[in-house]
């Protein structure tokens, strides 16, 4: 506890007091953390954590950076993932194209080996970049705006290509290999987490997920009892 500063150290002497000396002495790593996390991180960041960690995509950074990220808001989703083989999962969903097309999920049984699996990869492309053999890949300045696709990409694409597949979005040649796996989220087949049909949404109101704050239950309850117990008589008209 001595590695603590500021407001997280203000909250434990006051917890102490709380407690008392040799209940804090005795207190448990668990028995600390939860109320620590309950105090500094609100619900709502929570949902908010999770949803960011559903929707993670390499878009660019290095898989230092990327795993970096990866288990920064990994820390927050014991709920979501409760497998190391759904962390697996997770993490190669989150890699760009140049990765995972040349990886398969089910080959990995723990979250280390997948990421260092990435970093052996990352290392072949920069050597093939100095090679000549492929080209460095150009990151978009500006997030917000999608990158055209030219004439010409759209022919390689009919010629050579493969059409998206319906259950991963991605395209390749013969089965998919996600076409009988589970989603880790509702637990059905069809497709990935990451094209889970119902987008994780957080009430602000009540801070709970699955709906957003103009549909929650406590405010249209609230309203309706409002509207039926108080409504305001409509003004006569007049003239002068």
Same mark, same amino acid.
């Given at each position: 506890?001595?590695?603590?500063?500021?407001?997280?150290?203000?909250?434990?002497?006051?917890?102490?007091?709380?407690?008392?000396?040799?209940?804090?002495?005795?207190?448990?790593?668990?028995?600390?953390?939860?109320?620590?996390?309950?105090?500094?991180?609100?619900?709502?960041?929570?949902?908010?954590?999770?949803?960011?960690?559903?929707?993670?995509?390499?878009?660019?950074?290095?898989?230092?950076?990327?795993?970096?990220?990866?288990?920064?808001?990994?820390?927050?989703?014991?709920?979501?993932?409760?497998?190391?083989?759904?962390?697996?999962?997770?993490?190669?969903?989150?890699?760009?194209?140049?990765?995972?097309?040349?990886?398969?999920?089910?080959?990995?049984?723990?979250?280390?080996?997948?990421?260092?699996?990435?970093?052996?990869?990352?290392?072949?492309?920069?050597?093939?970049?100095?090679?000549?053999?492929?080209?460095?890949?150009?990151?978009?300045?500006?997030?917000?705006?999608?990158?055209?696709? !030219?004439?010409?990409?759209?022919?390689?694409?009919?010629?050579?290509? %493969?059409?998206?597949? #319906?259950?991963?979005?991605? /395209? +390749? @040649?013969?089965?998919?290999?996600?076409?009988?796996?589970?989603?880790?989220?509702?637990?059905? !087949?069809?497709?990935?987490?990451?094209?889970?049909?119902?987008?994780? %949404?957080?009430?602000? #109101?009540?801070?709970?997920? /699955? +709906? @957003?704050?103009?549909?929650?239950?406590?405010?249209?309850?609230?309203?309706?009892?409002?509207?039926?117990?108080?409504?305001?008589?409509?003004?006569?008209?007049?003239?002068?």
């Amino acid at each position: 506890m001595g590695h603590l500063r500021g407001q997280a150290k203000d909250w434990w002497d006051n917890k102490k007091k709380e407690i008392g000396s040799e209940a804090a002495r005795a207190m448990t790593w668990y028995e600390f953390k939860v109320p620590f996390l309950k105090h500094h991180s609100p619900k709502a960041v929570i949902n908010r954590i999770k949803e960011e960690f559903i929707q993670l995509r390499q878009k660019g950074e290095s898989i230092d950076k990327i795993t970096g990220i990866f288990l920064d808001k990994l820390r927050f989703c014991d709920e979501l993932v409760t497998s190391e083989e759904q962390k697996v999962y997770y993490y190669y969903n989150m890699l760009s194209a140049e990765y995972w097309e040349f990886m398969t999920p089910s080959k990995y049984e723990t979250l280390t080996e997948i990421i260092n699996t990435a970093r052996e990869r990352e290392i072949e492309l920069k050597m093939q970049i100095e090679r000549g053999e492929r080209r460095a890949r150009i990151v978009n300045p500006n997030p917000t705006k999608k990158a055209r696709i !030219t004439e010409s990409s759209k022919k390689q694409e009919g010629k050579g290509g %493969s059409p998206n597949c #319906k259950v991963c979005r991605k /395209g +390749h @040649k013969g089965e998919c290999r996600f076409k009988d796996k589970l989603c880790p989220i509702c637990g059905k !087949t069809g497709h990935t987490a990451a094209l889970y049909p119902r987008k994780v %949404s957080v009430c602000y #109101k009540c801070y709970q997920p /699955g +709906h @957003k704050k103009s549909e929650c239950l406590e405010l249209v309850g609230k309203k309706d009892g409002k509207d039926s117990h108080t409504e305001t008589p409509k003004a006569k008209a007049r003239s002068f």
